[in-house]
């Protein structure tokens, strides 16, 4: 029997169409939708999968952080066993390895003392249906967003489709 102590709660905002349950990242997804953006990623990205020796790696806050692009985005909140974490992070470490050259900061990325806000955890993909607590489609948006909690997102992804068809309406009704 595992105490609870074992898990850790984790979440984790990724593309809608991304299933961590059954799909490893798909990196030319996030090239082709953040272009310039995404190309400075993948150097980082391949460098931290070749470090970790998987290709399959999804990104987690230790804390629910609201995702505040204009998106659709899919939240994921997991309990994950502590064991199945590859490594933390630290966010601002890796912040640097993406605006620079990887290699200057590379030595100071991980930690073995996370502390909530500031270190990220990294786990495996495709993740066991077993760790997901819950699942939704939401549409991010930077204004609203800034203060939002966990609570006042959407409860279902129907509602979430529900606010981006009134959403969608809208911007048609502009043109």
């Known amino acids: 029997m595992t105490a609870e102590s074992d ?8 593309y809608p169409e991304w299933d961590i349950r059954f799909e490893k990242r798909n990196p030319e997804i996030a090239i082709q ?14 460098k931290l999968e070749k470090e970790l020796g998987t290709q399959g790696i999804v990104w987690c806050y230790q804390n629910f952080k609201y995702w505040d692009q204009m998106e659709i985005r899919r939240l994921w909140k997991l309990k994950v066993p502590r064991a199945r974490i590859l490594c933390y992070m630290d966010n601002e470490v890796w912040q640097k390895c ?4 990887p290699g200057k900061y590379w030595y100071k990325l991980f930690t073995d003392n996370p502390e909530n806000d500031k270190h ?3 786990i495996q993909s495709p993740i066991p249906e077993s760790w997901v607590c819950s699942n939704i489609f939401h549409y991010s948006c930077w204004q ?17 489709l529900k606010l981006l068809l009134i959403k969608y309406n809208k911007e048609q009704k502009q043109c």
């Not at 939708?33 to 391949?46: C, E, I, Q, V």
């Not at 203060?147 to 979430?160: G, S, V």
Request: charge should be negative.
């Open 7 to 14: 898990f850790i709660v984790l979440y984790t905002w990724q």
């Open 33 to 46: 939708s953040w272009s310039d953006t995404g190309l400075k990623f993948k150097p980082a990205y391949d």
């Open 98 to 101: 993406l605006e620079e050259d």
């Open 144 to 160: 609203a967003g800034r203060n939002m909690k966990e609570n006042d997102l959407p409860i279902t992804t129907a509602k979430a």
């Open 120 to 122: 990220s955890a990294i």
